[in-house]
Nanobody
Framework: QVQLQESGPGLVKPSQMLSLTCTVSGDSITTTYYRWGWIRQPPGKGLEWMGVIVSDGSTHYSPSLKSRTSISRDTSRNQFSLQLTSVTPEDTAVYYC??????????WGQGTQVTVSS
């Protein structure tokens, strides 16, 4: 059974970079057919898809976040990471990593709260 676990700082200062890592067990992030993504939920708002990294290492980003977002991976550690630059308080959210496949329910990490504040 696949398990995903987010890790990273819970507090980031405005204008700095947010970095999170998702550690995956029970499946390989190079498995074909699956995408490995980041989704966030700001307080009082719905889920926002940020981007994914695919089994071949290619990436796809939300147009609204593309200029500030980068997703990478470390296949030796079976991890993938999110970097979000120039953060503002509007980037405060619970950040989730997930395994995604069209037609299948996502497999979620437990989520990690990130607050942007000075």
């Amino acid at each position: 059974q696949v398990q995903l676990q987010e890790s990273g700082p819970g507090l980031v200062k405005p204008s700095q970079m947010l970095s999170l890592t998702c550690t995956v067990s029970g499946d390989s992030i190079t498995t074909t057919y699956y995408r490995w993504g980041w989704i966030r939920q700001p307080p009082g708002k719905g889920l926002e898809w940020m981007g994914v990294i695919v089994s071949d290492g290619s990436t796809h980003y939300s147009p609204s976040l593309k200029s500030r977002t980068s997703i990478s991976r470390d296949t030796s550690r079976n991890q993938f990471s999110l970097q979000l630059t120039s953060v503002t308080p509007e980037d405060t959210a619970v950040y989730y990593c997930a395994r995604l496949r069209p037609g299948n329910p996502p497999n979620w990490g437990q989520g990690t709260q990130v607050t942007v504040s000075s």
